[in-house]
């Protein structure tokens, strides 16, 4: 507590903007985004790859909250608590920071250049420091959450690569022990983090033995992929939101929501000829 107290005494207008925006925009928004862009324009597999390693991590980090069930700071006597919206689900671990050391620990292995790294060590600070500049996490759920973020990515990746390198069902193996824990466990979140792993398992499956396109393009062909994703995704999103509100309602719209992103889009993108179908994988 003394160490929330501590960070908070230097609170001030401009910090309150500052650490608002990397709180909502830090990690686990940079990720989802860039591996989506990778997926549809750039490099399927590493895109496959990167959100796999987001999606891994978002599951693991709602079965543990859901474990652990620990009180967040909010309420505590002598703290300011901010930013209560994005306080959703038990503490530990913190979920922004878990999803933030899933991104950058994947960008930074991927991509061993000085920006990419001078940015992920400061997004490493500052996304966990604006978590406990809010009141709404303890610091062991923000140094636990990092340092589970960056092993989720080890695993998943070692995950991936026996998928894809030996045709092994382990994905299809994780996903479903991670369905089987979330029967015991059915918090909001984790119903939106498995109906998003599940969609992009079965994405995997089907994209690899029925569609295998090749992403690559022009730059104009790039920017029609982006908008057709990110507007039907808006559109879908807008349409099911009313209908499927909670319960299993929401696995089913977040399913949705990444299927479109990982199979439907594809399939569009290749009905425009705005991609190919790869030779090879």
């Known amino acids: 507590m003394e160490a929330i107290k501590f960070i908070q005494q230097f609170s001030n207008p401009f910090l309150d903007v500052f650490f608002s925006i990397i709180t909502n925009l830090g990690g686990q928004t940079i990720g989802i985004i860039t591996s989506l862009i990778l997926f549809w324009c750039i490099d399927k597999k590493l895109g496959f790859k990167f959100l796999y390693a987001m999606l891994f991590s978002f599951s693991l980090n709602n079965i543990l ?3 652990f069930n620990a009180k ?32 950058f620990a994947f960008l930074m292995n991927q991509y061993r250049n000085k920006f990419v790294w001078i940015v992920g060590v400061a997004m490493l600070i500052l996304v966990p ?20 973020g960056i092993l989720s990515v080890f695993i998943s990746n070692k995950i991936f690569d026996k998928f894809f390198n030996n045709s092994s069902y382990i994905i299809v193996y994780t996903t479903i022990i991670f369905l089987i824990l979330g029967v015991f466990l059915p918090t909001e979140d984790l119903l939106k983090a498995l109906g998003s792993l599940s969609a992009l398992t ?14 690559r393009g022009t730059k104009i062909q790039h920017i029609i992929k982006i908008l057709i994703g990110v507007m039907g995704a808006l559109i879908i999103y807008l349409i099911i939101s009313p209908i ?8 089913v719209k977040y399913f ?5 992103a990982t199979f439907i889009c594809p399939i569009i993108f ?6 190919t179908k790869s030779i090879q994988e």
């Open 202 to 215: 079965i994405s995997l499956l089907l994209e690899r033995n029925f569609l295998n396109f090749d992403p």
């Open 65 to 67: 909250k859901g474990f």
């Open 129 to 148: 420091l604006s978590r406990l500049y809010f009141g709404v996490h303890w610091p062991i759920d923000v140094i636990m959450g990092t340092l589970i």
């Open 244 to 251: 499927l509100t909670d319960g299993i309602f929401l696995f």
């Open 72 to 103: 967040r700071p909010i309420g505590t006597e002598g703290i300011i608590s901010g930013e209560i919206n994005t306080a959703t689900g038990s503490s530990f671990p913190s979920g922004h920071s878990q999803g933030n050391g899933t991104a």
């Open 270 to 275: 290749l009905k425009l000829h705005l991609c």
């Open 256 to 260: 949705i929501l990444i299927f479109w």
